[in-house]
């Protein structure tokens, strides 16, 4: 051999573990590197996968019929849902009418006579107003529009 190939030789025998230290770093990164390549390959793969089944079955769900809906109901050819809704209707104003005329009495109670004093407070002279089931009438308002449709239901 030539002293050069010679030289080259002992040189590589004197620093082989640092040699071998620094091909086994590399080759370890590349690995690495390469791993990390496929597993983010992986994970946008399963991330559009996963996004178009959950987007399926959503459409799923939105195209099975809703049985809460009322729309599936038959048509009231007897008339008995109105008398129901009726009934409910006048139960509920009834029930409205009592609890506030029980308001209105307590605090015409409270009213009526003070601690301080020991006298009765004067009476209103104005009426309670009872519950009617006609609709009331809105407040008058600036606008063309309103005054136009309150003109022609007139």
């Not at 991330?47 to 959950?54: E, I, K, R």
């Not at 959503?58 to 849902?81: K, W």
């Amino acid at each position: 051999m030539s002293s050069k190939k010679v030289d080259q030789y002992k040189e590589y025998k004197k620093n082989k573990k640092k040699i071998l230290k620094s091909e086994k770093r590399k080759n370890t990164a590349a690995k690495m590197c390469a791993w990390l390549i496929v597993l983010a390959a992986v994970a946008v793969v399963a991330y559009f996968v996963g996004s178009a089944v959950v987007k399926a079955y959503q459409d799923y769900l939105e195209s099975r019929p809703d049985y809460t809906s009322a729309s599936f109901m038959l048509g009231d050819q007897a008339g008995i849902r109105d008398k129901e809704t009726e009934e409910e209707t006048t139960e509920a104003v009834t029930e409205a009418a009592t609890t506030a005329g029980a308001q209105t009495e307590g605090v015409t109670e409270q009213a009526g006579t003070t601690e301080e004093e020991g006298t009765e407070a004067a009476p209103t002279d104005e009426p309670e107003a009872a519950p009617t089931d006609e609709p009331v009438e809105d407040a008058p308002t600036d606008e063309p529009e309103a005054e136009e449709t309150q003109a022609q239901a007139e």
